[in-house]
């Protein structure tokens, strides 16, 4: 974001006379692409000491910090918090759509959740979601969102269990049909969906037992999925 990277950086106050109550200290920092130094002093996250893992979300002159039971906006050199807000239960990574941070939440019906913000205060706001994934496909183990040239697209993960088989499947938010976008994904992998321009992709990470990392980046086209795989030398990009 603003050609800087951005991240959450935890601190532990080691307590010598009792480690077990020893404090991790969450801030946002923010370094230079060029050579990862220092671009600003880090802002303290207190109010997100009790979340796992806040996600990062860039949109346009704010940087959203979304954890579990806080919301809160970098902008203009300033960090506001938010109260009201927790998340939506069992919901994916942040993502942007219709300019606002919305999660998908795998409950029972899934739900789409947008982020609704005034004054001090916010709130999600959600609306049923029917996924119908194909069952053929086996048993959903996650599900990522990426808007891109207006239109939301939908990841799945969808895996087998004898054999262990994965697969990745999109499917833009006003369609029905899934279409296959990976058709033999390791059950290792990662990925995240992400913007290439004005096409959907993800990024695939694999690394089998005994082999060397694998990444590569598949792209939604208009003649079906495009991969590209990335070389890597010694581990690293």
């Known amino acids: 974001w603003r050609d800087e990277l951005w991240l959450i950086e935890r601190t532990t106050k080691l307590n010598l006379r009792d480690p077990e109550s020893s404090v991790t200290v969450p801030a946002l920092r923010h370094v230079r692409l060029a050579d990862l130094s220092d671009a600003g002093p880090a802002l303290p996250l207190d109010a997100a000491a009790t979340d796992s893992s806040p996600a990062l979300l860039p949109m346009g002159d704010r940087l959203w910090v979304i954890g579990a039971d806080t919301v809160g906006y970098y902008e203009n050199g300033s960090l506001t918090r938010l109260s009201g807000a927790s998340r939506p239960a069992r919901a994916s990574r942040p993502f942007a759509y219709g300019g606002r ?37 086996g048993s959903l183990r996650a599900l990522q969102a990426v808007e891109a040239s207006g239109r939301l697209y939908l990841f799945a993960e969808l895996c087998t269990e004898e054999p262990e088989q994965c697969s990745l499947r ?35 990470s694999e690394q089998e037992e005994g082999r060397a990392k694998r990444l590569a980046v598949v792209t939604v086209t208009a003649n079906g999925p495009r991969r590209e795989d990335i070389e890597l030398e010694g581990g690293r990009l």
């Open 170 to 204: 999109y499917r833009e938010l006003e369609q029905e049909k899934w279409l296959p976008l990976v058709e033999d994904a390791c059950s290792c992998a990662s990925w995240a969906p992400v913007a290439l321009g004005s096409r959907p992709a993800v990024v695939l």
């Open 101 to 137: 941070p919305a999660v998908i939440s795998l409950g029972t019906p899934p739900r789409l959740a947008t982020l609704h913000a005034e004054g001090a205060r916010a709130e999600w706001t959600a609306r049923e979601l029917p996924l119908g994934l194909p069952a053929e496909g």
